[in-house]
């Protein structure tokens, strides 16, 4: 069964400063994943996902993430946070047959003027 | 370009009571559409997907169901809330044969 493990419930990070969220998946093929953002009472904006070809993948608002299939990661990164990053973001993973995605549990993000 | 509703934004309904979360998408066909429930502090449970009209998979056991009347909307019920219940639930909707989800804005249910 796929799996999403996000370790890291809280981070808070200074303005500025650099980010990476954690994000570690289970899946018994090639996986597909996925990076969402929600703010507090909003739907979840899907930040950038990762097929197949490149392992570092741009997705919107600055994040890139990249995938490395030895330690089955896929962490988030952002070289200089903004206040307005402050939300929480959401690892997940899907693939061919049942065309739905497993979510980790979430890193909420909280940025320090 | 492609666009999701959900209504009503927010609701508060007595234990017992019955319910009906509604769920459409404009520009686009025969997507494929999904209900998820997100419990407070918690991350996103999958609870029906639908890949076309009549055809609904529940991924858990619970008293809700789901309906797909038309191609571009789904329909999440109840005939009984349970205080247990209470949660935000998003509806998503991916284009056939994909894997990338797009949300909607979300219902806060609240069971009193």
């Known amino acids: 069964a796929q799996s999403v493990t996000q370790p890291d419930i809280h981070i808070t990070v200074s303005e500025g400063a650099s980010l990476e969220l954690r994000c570690n998946y289970s899946?018994?093929?090639?996986?597909?994943l996925f990076w969402y953002v929600q703010s507090p009472g909003q739907g979840l904006q899907l930040l950038l996902k990762?097929?197949?070809?490149?392992?570092l993948v741009q997705g919107i608002k600055g994040f890139e993430a990249e995938f490395k299939r030895s330690q089955s990661s896929f962490n988030l990164r952002k070289p200089s946070v903004h206040w307005s990053d402050a939300a929480e973001y959401f690892c997940?993973?899907?693939?061919?047959?049942?065309?739905?995605?497993?979510f980790g549990s979430g890193t909420r993000l909280q940025v320090q003027p | 370009s492609q666009t999701i509703h959900q209504w009503p934004a927010t609701l508060v309904q007595p234990v017992g009571s019955p319910l009906s979360l509604e769920c459409t998408v404009e520009?686009?066909?025969?997507?494929?559409l999904y209900w998820y429930r997100q419990a407070a502090g918690r991350g996103l449970q999958l609870l029906f997907y639908?890949?076309?009209?009549?055809?609904i998979s529940s991924e858990v056991p619970q008293n809700l169901s789901a309906s797909r009347p038309q191609d571009r909307q789904f329909i999440l019920s109840s005939k009984k809330l349970l205080l247990s219940d209470s949660g935000f639930y998003l509806c998503?909707?991916?284009?056939?044969?994909?894997?990338?989800?797009?949300f909607g804005p979300g219902t806060r249910l609240t069971v009193l």
């Open positions: 998503a909707w991916s284009a056939p044969y994909t894997d990338t989800q797009y």
């Open positions: 899946y018994g093929a090639t996986p597909y």
């Open positions: 990762y097929f197949s070809g490149d392992t």
């Open positions: 997940a993973v899907g693939g061919t047959g049942r065309r739905a995605l497993t």
């Open positions: 520009g686009t066909s025969n997507p494929n």
């Open positions: 639908s890949v076309g009209i009549g055809q």
